[in-house]
């Protein structure tokens, strides 16, 4: 029976079956390595399925490494962890796990000096602290690969102190961190982590290493070679439908050929295919389509409409400063490329026929966010709908006359829902009819009496009910409007749920509405809407 050897959608536990990345691997190495003294703590960068976690596990199994690290690598101890089983851990159970790993290691002396350790103190933390100093003393370097990290830095009990203790660590031990995040390691704090006056933070110590597609050969022999030594060889046509859909990426590659080799095993191995159809059988597959939408929704607005005129073609060639950076990124992580004659476009052929489909909607007239020249009067006398809402006051209650907490729950709910669907535009001080309110009434109710205050007072508002992360996703900005003030308010879809309240309530947005979903809701609308499949 023929098995088809592209199936592994997930993490790359075998050698056999990891391809590619040469480079990647030996740059870890070579931080990890060269200077005995100065081990480098490494920050692997990518978009979600681009290969982190197998590239971290090849590491953490020492594979792949050049001779000239042999003897180095006996002295190397890698413990990996996937922080989004330690999402809301404590500091505590994060060390503990560590020294309980080191314990039980195949390896005498380290099981030995971890036991020994923690039967000296109680501490978990200490007892990391006591391993680390035996380990520096015996010639050994401790490699901590943390995967999915940005479960750590939204993680409420890894505050300021966690990051310092850990950093610390580093710098006094032969200890060194090997981090996957599909962001730069800055953006995952806010700013009172970052901009300590007494210390550096913890992001500082690390090199970047960005982890996009395979390089041009690298998709087509990967296709190419597995097929081959499952005994039934891609000709040139699979070959090509594949590397059209995959557009070099690691994943959408194997989901191309996996589809292709089905097909193959189905028809009989002399069959070909019909391209159509089965380019049609590729790009609907499921998890094509929600990993699109997965990196067009997390997006920040500006790179999103940079993206969007990529894929439409309007791309000034005379691209302003701001739109240059945009691009640039998308570039380094890999969702466009750069042609022969220096335009770009998007990554694959199945990447532009899904951006073809919502660019024209999402960065048109039914979207919220102003499309260039649109002013926020031209905002206001549009009519509330899934991607815009007009609120009357941030906390005052016209009614009553006072501040009331039920005028302030009825925003976070709006934001939430923007949030959980797919972004959208809140302006408060206007009423659900278009009429200017202002926002004196709110201006007068702070300690600072005007637009600093009330962006003070938003975002500490949305940080306590939403999340310190949240935040980044927010970005006000004032208008006066006939000696009035308004603020406008462009959300981002979030990365993953935002919940409201002790009850953890999931809102999302239907028509003009904003909608709670029930437990079972929720379930099955995050499942589809934040799909990591």
């Known amino acids: 029976m023929v098995r088809n050897p592209f199936v592994a959608r997930s993490m790359i536990k075998s050698e056999r079956r990891f391809w590619g990345r040469e480079s990647e691997t030996q740059i870890i190495y070579s931080l990890l390595l060269d200077s005995e003294e100065e081990p480098q703590s490494i920050a692997v960068i990518g978009l979600r399925k681009i290969g982190k976690s197998s590239l971290l596990y090849r590491v953490a199994q020492k594979r792949g490494a050049q001779i000239m690290y042999r003897d180095q690598l006996n002295r190397m101890i890698c413990v990996m962890l996937s922080m989004q089983a330690m999402s809301s851990a404590s500091a505590a159970e994060f060390f503990a796990i560590i020294v309980d790993e080191l314990r039980t290691r195949s390896d005498e002396m380290v099981a030995r000096l971890a036991t020994s350790s923690s039967q000296s103190t109680a501490d978990p933390d200490q007892q990391l602290w006591h391993v680390l100093r035996l380990m520096d003393r015996e010639g050994y370097l401790l490699v901590l690969l943390l995967d999915e990290f940005e479960c750590a830095a939204s993680n409420p009990n890894f505050q300021k102190e966690f990051f310092d203790l850990l950093r610390s660590m580093a710098q006094q031990w032969r200890l060194a961190f090997v981090v996957a995040t599909q962001c730069d390691l800055d953006q995952l704090w806010d700013r009172s982590l970052i901009s300590s006056p007494y210390s550096s933070p913890f992001f500082n110590f690390f090199q970047t290493l960005t982890l996009a597609r395979f390089r041009e050969g690298e998709g087509e022999e990967y296709v190419r070679a597995l097929s081959r030594d499952a005994e039934i060889t891609f000709e040139d046509l699979e070959v090509e439908l594949a590397c059209d859909a995959g557009g070099m990426h690691p994943f959408f590659l194997n989901v191309a050929a996996y589809h292709l080799f089905q097909a193959l095993i189905r028809g009989g191995w002399q069959s070909r295919l019909d391209r159509d159809s089965m380019w049609a059988h590729i790009v609907q597959d499921p ?9 067009w929704q997390t997006l920040p607005l500006s790179k999103r409409q940079a993206l969007g005129k990529v894929a439409r073609g309007e791309l000034d060639p005379l691209l302003a400063p701001e739109t240059r950076v945009d691009i640039a990124w998308l570039e380094r992580m890999g ?16 990447f532009q026929e899904f951006l073809s489909g919502i660019s024209q909607h999402a960065l048109g007239a039914d979207y919220s966010q102003p499309k260039q020249g649109m002013t926020i009067q031209d905002l206001i006398s549009r009519s509330e709908g899934s991607v815009l809402e007009f609120k009357s006051s941030l906390r005052w209650d016209c009614k009553q006359g006072k501040v009331h907490e039920s005028i302030e729950m009825a925003v976070i709910k709006t934001l939430a829902a923007f949030l959980n669907t797919d972004g959208g535009t809140l302006i408060i001080g206007v009423d659900d009819k278009g009429g200017v309110r202002g926002l004196d009434k709110d201006y007068a109710s702070f300690g600072k009496k005007d637009r600093d205050g009330f962006e003070l007072y938003l975002m500490q508002l949305v940080s306590g009910k939403l ?18 003030d308004v603020c406008k308010v462009e959300v981002d879809p979030s990365s993953g749920p935002v919940y409201v309240g002790e009850e953890a309530v999931l809102y999302i947005r239907t028509g003009n509405s904003t909608q709670s979903l029930n437990t079972r809701e929720a379930v099955a609308y995050i499942g589809q809407h934040w799909s990591h499949a």
């Open 335 to 350: 969702l466009v490329k750069k042609t022969e004659n220096g335009t770009y476009e998007p990554f694959s052929r199945a």
């Open 467 to 484: 999340g310190k992360t949240i935040c980044q996703y927010l970005h006000p900005e004032f208008h006066g409007i006939g000696g009035l």
């Open 287 to 295: 998890t094509v389509y929600a990993n699109f939408r997965y990196y």
